[in-house]
């Protein structure tokens, strides 16, 4: 039976959406819950900044400070790494990969709630858990070991919140165009792995953008990777003053703006191609 391809969201959808989000944020918690393997085993793949950690606080304490960081500075930047991580993680692309080659999708179609809006409430969802499992660790160490690093400025505070939201619209706008590139190709996980791998190296994730060379760090700073990442962790880590900090969160903003119109546009496409084919 054929399905009818979502629209892209109206002030009608929207509002279905907002009124819906109480009951989708209830059943993705309830799907973390009965899934809690599942979810343990993906919350142990986002612990790479705490091996870094490690890593370049040893090499700071046999050398001395690298690029301006010392030990207990590596130490703040990848616990605040790490916290960014917990915040801003989804993998909607994996779930829309498979509901797509399982044809689970065309129920999420007939549904009067887009279907974005149902894969990010249930992303969301599962913020409470794993924050409830991580974050005390991280906070604690932190305060522990790099805890001085933390800005106190409110403003730098504020901007790091504006930045872990659009952190995650970021990474779920382009989770999602990647998930919706199933409609039309077979590898779409590879394409995720190659993201994947750009993200590693040009977040900030593997090490800060401040010790790249300065013709990758000039451009690294112009590419949606480091606004997923190195943005939020500098800020919270007081690296950034206030004329940068309102540079970066334009740049990561403006990233945002292209990737929900991208994702709306190749998911809107994939849908119509859907449903052409009478699945």
Known sequence: ?????????????????VRALPTLLRVGVAEAVAYRAEFVIWLLTTTMPLVMLALWSEVAREGGPIGGYTGKDFTAYFLAAFIVRQLTGVWVAWDMNREIREGLISMRLLRPVHPLAAYGAENLAVLPMRLLLSL??????????????????????????????????????????????????????????????????????????????????????????????????ELLIGRLGHGAALHGLLIEWAWVAAAWAIAVAVFQAGARRYSAYGA
Do not use: Q
Request: proline content about 7%; glycine content about 8%.
């Open 136 to 233: 005390p660790i991280a906070l604690v160490a932190l305060a522990l070991t790099g805890g001085a690093a933390v800005t106190r400025d409110p403003l730098l505070l504020l901007a790091f919140a504006v930045a872990v939201a659009g952190a995650w619209l970021l990474g779920f706008a382009i989770m999602s165009a990647i998930g919706a590139l199933a409609f039309f190709i077979e590898s779409t996980l590879a394409v995720a792995d190659v993201w994947f791998g750009l993200f590693f190296i040009l977040s900030g994730y593997f090490v800060p953008i401040e010790l790249f060379p300065a013709a990758v760090r000039n451009v690294a700073v112009l590419l949606p990777f480091r606004a997923m990442l190195g943005l939020p962790v």
């Open 1 to 17: 039976m054929a399905t009818a391809p979502a629209e892209i969201p109206s002030r009608t959808a929207l509002g279905r959406a």
